[in-house]
């Protein structure tokens, strides 16, 4: 699994961007919230860092670019969604910041996602349904989490899925793990799992 690329950022688009990379040119398919974080980053002397998601198809690779990675849970958690693919998703990330669709999942305003073009209404409240328990809305604007232990309860759960573990009853373990220590670490959150499964 790829987690990210660091490397030169050689074009940027609204809807892409490659990343020079070991001797590489590497396509990324972005957000539009990408795009305005990226453009400091094209033509600079330093590399920059951009999240993966990697999808492989039967005809095609693709990598999907994120300059956060609150934005790749995002996404990861949209394309979870039954009728949504990375299309659709980043079509949502490119709509909404990150802060407006966490926003409108937690309050189940279904006329903001419906505004998102591809969205209709029963889209807009499968989303809702399917999400509104993982996404919790943020005290401020500007320090916006994923409900639950935000990342580091997204990474172990991944950690111990990958490890074999089944993940519906992990994440309901994970979720009574945070609600005692909300500010557990990954490897805190890992270890206490083991503990109990």
Not at 45 to 65: N, S, T
Not at 104 to 122: F, P
Not at 184 to 190: G, N, Q
């Amino acid at each position: 699994m790829y987690d990210f690329i660091e490397g030169r950022l050689v074009s940027l688009d609204p809807i892409s961007a490659t990343v020079q990379a070991g001797g590489f040119g590497y396509l990324l398919n972005i957000s539009l919230n990408t795009f305005t974080a990226l453009q400091p980053c094209l033509g600079a002397d330093k590399p920059c860092r951009i999240y993966l998601h990697h999808v492989l198809r039967e005809d095609a690779q693709l990598f999907y670019g994120f300059s956060e990675k609150t934005e790749r849970s995002l996404f990861r958690l949209l394309i979870s969604v039954s009728g949504v693919g990375a299309g659709t998703a980043r079509m949502i990330l490119s709509s909404l910041s990150t802060v407006e669709l966490q926003k409108a999942i937690a309050e189940s305003n279904a006329g903001t996602l419906k505004n998102v073009k591809g969205i209709g209404l029963k889209t807009a409240q499968r989303i809702i349904v399917d999400l509104k328990d993982k996404i919790g809305a943020a005290a401020s604007a500007e320090d916006t989490v994923l409900h639950l232990g935000g990342a580091a309860k997204e990474e172990a759960l991944s950690a111990l899925v990958n490890l074999g573990f089944t993940k519906a009853p992990v994440e309901k373990l994970l979720d009574r793990i945070v609600a005692a220590s909300p500010s557990a670490t990954v490897e805190y959150l890992i270890k206490e799992a083991l503990k109990s499964i």
